[in-house]
């Protein structure tokens, strides 16, 4: 499931309805969600991950980042790593979903291409996927903000 396309395929084989959205120009999430009528907590990430040798893919919202830790403990593994780019291409064993996003009618996916986006409704993304949902998005931990100085500095 990692890429669009193949969301796109599996969905196609699987015989799920989904549209595609026409992204345009947008250079951000704010102006994604605006152009094409979904709301910014619609739109949906995957991040392959590898537990225990295994690639999982992790579907979280756009705006967050994958908390490890939370993903390991949901995933009952031992260690845990974001893939390479070579192993994307691998077919996920699990698919993992954030809690937020199993709360909204619509789940919207980009490749960041900015060509094409996949809408699709939860129910039929949980139905035909079957996804393990858990708490393990948040705020990415960037630590520039801690070294910003003041504005007396």
């Given amino acids: 499931m990692a890429g669009l396309s193949t969301i796109y395929e599996f969905l196609r084989e699987a015989r799920v309805p989904f549209t595609v959205v026409p992204q345009?120009?947008?250079?951000?999430?704010?102006?994604?969600?605006?152009?094409t009528g979904f709301a910014e907590r619609h739109w949906a990430k995957v991040v392959v991950c590898v537990v225990d040798g295994e690639p999982v893919d992790a579907v979280i919202p756009a705006s967050l980042a994958v908390r490890l830790d939370r993903l390991l403990e949901l995933a009952g593994g031992r260690e845990i790593r974001v893939a390479a780019e070579e192993e994307r291409a691998v077919r996920a064993q699990a698919v993992f979903v954030d809690v937020s996003l199993a709360s909204e009618p619509d789940v919207v996916f980009s490749d960041g291409s900015q060509v094409d986006a996949i809408a699709i409704r939860w129910a039929d993304f949980a139905r035909t996927v079957k996804p393990i949902v858990g708490n393990f998005a948040g705020p990415s931990r960037d630590r520039v903000p801690a070294y910003r100085l003041s504005y007396r500095e």
């Fill in 24 to 35: 345009g120009s947008a250079f951000s999430l704010q102006d994604e969600a605006c152009a």
